[in-house]
């Protein structure tokens, strides 16, 4: 499982990679694990992207002992857990945590 998060003023991301052991995607596409640390992020990383400095990126790692559970309707839903390669949750700018990865069944 690679988890890729946009939101960078969390406090489980480093380098646009989630590093919780543990998330939940609620059944609104929320990531439940998500904790604002004040004065942590950037605000509009989008921005940068294509600039001089683009913000780091973590190498792909996959992280066998996380534990996905999902809770919406989704084509990766088996019983509660995500069985996806991996998902990204959405950039900085949005109000809420939301699961990009999502498709319906």
């Not at 439940?32 to 004040?38: G, N, R």
């Not at 995500?82 to 959405?90: A, E, K, P, R």
């Given at each position: 499982?690679?988890?890729?998060?946009?939101?960078?003023?969390?406090k489980y991301?480093?380098?646009?990679?989630?590093?919780?052991?543990?998330?939940?995607?609620?059944?609104?596409?929320?990531?439940?694990?998500?904790?604002?640390?004040?004065?942590?992020?950037?605000?509009?990383?989008?921005?940068?992207?294509?600039?001089?400095?683009?913000?780091?990126?973590?190498?792909?790692?996959?992280?066998?002992?996380?534990?996905?559970?999902?809770e919406?309707?989704?084509?990766?839903?088996e019983?509660?857990?995500?069985?996806?390669?991996?998902?990204?949750?959405?950039a900085?700018?949005?109000?809420?945590?939301?699961?990009?990865?999502?498709?319906?069944?």
């Open positions: 499982m690679d988890l890729r998060c946009r939101k960078t003023n969390c991301n480093k380098d646009l990679t989630c590093l919780a052991k543990q998330v939940t995607i609620s059944k609104k596409l929320e990531c439940l694990k998500f904790q604002s640390e004040k004065d942590k992020g950037i605000k509009d990383f989008s921005k940068l992207i294509f600039s001089e400095n683009p913000p780091k990126v973590a190498d792909y790692k996959h992280i066998k002992d996380m534990c996905l559970k999902c919406a309707n989704c084509i990766f839903n019983n509660g857990k995500c069985l996806s390669n991996g998902i990204t949750v959405n900085a700018l949005s109000p809420q945590p939301k699961c990009m990865t999502f498709m319906k069944p």
